[in-house]
């Protein structure tokens, strides 16, 4: 079993809804959790992060954490055609060297 | 906020030859820089952590003598494909945490498309 979980996708959805990103994880060390977009052939841009349980939001993006249930979401409101990309979750944790742990990544496509 | 550039972005290069691939922190000191390969619709998987003026650690399963990290100063650290095969051919991609110890805000370079013919 992986350390974090993410489904691929592809999510498919019309421009203007909410798209709904989770990640699952099964490690308690971990501390940090952020959220960023890679488009094709590029490197990955960091959107969010966050530390502990909650929400966080930054423009059209909120982030949430559950760490009770091992559970962190990203939320993209009125989404647009540009926001087609694969959105990875990453998290660290200070017993492993504050290494990124990624998420497998899930496609994106926010049709017009 | 900090900014990783990575270059170059794509290198073509025959069987056999070897390939450097450089990544300066530009505003800001990477004492540590992360090295990640990613294949076709895959994650990113970490290759090494480097830190500033000592041996790159590799994780488990690769080869150290293949892909050389060095990591002279505060702002350049450099991955260098040595003796490179088809099989490496891959999208490199560096990563800097925005300063020492910090454990979150990683900024990535924009990669490297290694195609090795």
């Known amino acids: 079993q992986k350390e974090v979980e993410q489904d691929p996708g592809p999510l498919s959805v019309p421009e203007g809804a909410i798209v709904s990103l989770n990640c699952t994880y099964s490690?308690?060390?971990?501390?940090?959790f952020m959220w960023y977009r890679q488009y094709s052939r590029k490197g990955p841009e960091l959107l969010m992060y966050?530390?502990?349980?909650g929400n966080k939001e930054d423009g059209r993006f909120t982030a949430q954490v559950d760490k009770s249930s091992k559970y962190i979401s990203l939320f993209i409101r009125d989404s647009q055609p540009s926001d087609s990309a694969t959105y990875l979750c990453?998290?660290?944790?200070?017993?492993?060297?504050?290494?990124?742990?990624f998420g497998g990544g899930t496609r994106v496509l926010v049709k017009p | 906020g900090a900014v990783v550039s990575q270059h170059p972005s794509r290198v073509i290069c025959k069987s056999g030859t070897s390939v450097k691939i450089e990544c300066r922190s530009l505003?800001?000191?990477?004492?540590?820089m992360f090295w990640y390969r990613q294949f076709p619709k895959q994650s990113l998987m970490l290759m090494a952590t480097?830190?500033?003026?000592?041996?790159?650690?590799?994780e488990q399963g690769v080869e150290k003598d293949k892909f050389l990290i060095n990591h002279a100063s505060l702002t350049l650290s450099t991955l260098t494909v040595t003796s490179a095969h088809p099989e490496d051919s891959s999208f490199y991609i560096c990563?800097?945490?925005?300063?020492?110890?910090?454990?979150?805000?990683?900024?990535f370079g924009s990669g490297t498309r290694l195609t090795v013919v």
């Open positions: 990563s800097a945490p925005p300063r020492q110890g910090a454990a979150y805000g990683y900024t």
């Open positions: 490690n308690s060390a971990f501390q940090y």
């Open positions: 966050t530390y502990s349980s």
């Open positions: 990453a998290m660290t944790a200070k017993a492993a060297g504050n290494k990124l742990t």
């Open positions: 505003d800001f000191q990477a004492t540590t």
């Open positions: 480097s830190n500033e003026g000592s041996k790159a650690t590799y």
